[in-house]
């Protein structure tokens, strides 16, 4: 059973172009939570997603931010018109059931860099 | 404002010793409290996880305690190894019913020398 993978795993992008960070969950994993760990800060919470919908998106920025969890494919973290601020490592965890008590499983971040 | 406080903020200390580091939260309703070891340029990994009617939870060498009406929590490394060299992360979940909404504390950097 493969962890949860994330890629690409380094992304650098011009400040006014999209990013598009993907996440594949744990096998057997329908809950997924995006992370963003700012340079010398502690992570903070995103958005909580379940199979086809948002649960909690309280912690994502309203603008150029979205993510998705289609049916079918890995959950997608978008970031449009990227600015020098929006560098950070972004990490991805699954869970099997809602993480109010249980383990969550982390990837391993996508580092973005924006020029 | 929901916040997790960790300290210290960085610690060395010998192979073979033992550690304590420390946690306060303000994070309310309180839901359940989780230490994670977080290596250099990976993603976290799940310690423990406590909630309200639990005040220790150990994993091996690790050993989480709660208490509640302080809200304050420890994790103690016993026997350090050069492995256990990372990032230790306290994270305070508020909510109940099941909902999660997590705070993070910025972490205790432990290096463990040979």
């Known amino acids: 059973n493969a962890g949860v993978m994330q890629n690409p795993r380094h992304l650098v992008r011009r400040r006014g172009q999209e990013a598009r960070l993907r996440c594949s969950p744990m096998?057997?994993?329908?809950?997924v939570y995006w992370y963003r760990q700012l340079p010398e800060e502690g992570l903070k919470f995103m958005v909580y997603?379940?199979?086809?919908?948002?649960?909690?998106e309280s912690g994502m920025p309203k603008e150029r931010f979205s993510a998705e969890f289609p049916k079918e494919g890995p959950s997608i973290l978008r970031i449009q018109q990227v600015v020098r601020g929006d560098s950070a490592a972004y990490f991805c965890?699954?869970?099997?059931?809602?993480?109010?008590?249980?383990?969550?499983?982390f990837g391993p971040g996508t580092r973005l860099t924006v020029l | 404002k929901n916040q997790v406080e960790q300290s210290p903020q960085s610690l060395i200390i010998l192979e073979g010793k033992n550690c304590t580091l420390q946690?306060?939260?303000?994070?309310?309703?309180?839901?359940?409290l989780r230490w994670y070891k977080q290596d250099t340029g990976r993603g976290p990994v799940s310690l423990t996880i406590?909630?309200?009617?639990?005040n220790t939870k150990s994993n091996g060498r690790y050993t989480a305690t709660l208490d509640a009406d302080t809200k304050q929590s420890s994790l103690h490394i016993t026997a350090s190894q050069l492995s256990d060299s990372a990032s230790y992360i306290c994270?305070?979940?508020?909510?109940?019913?099941?909902?999660?909404?997590?705070?993070f504390g910025r972490g205790t950097s432990l290096i463990v020398h040979p």
């Open positions: 406590m909630t309200f009617s639990e």
């Open positions: 946690c306060n939260y303000t994070v309310s309703p309180f839901s359940n």
């Open positions: 965890a699954s869970s099997p059931v809602e993480a109010s008590t249980d383990t969550q499983y």
């Open positions: 096998k057997g994993h329908s809950h």
């Open positions: 997603l379940q199979k086809e919908n948002i649960i909690d």
């Open positions: 994270v305070v979940s508020e909510g109940s019913g099941g909902s999660y909404i997590p705070t």
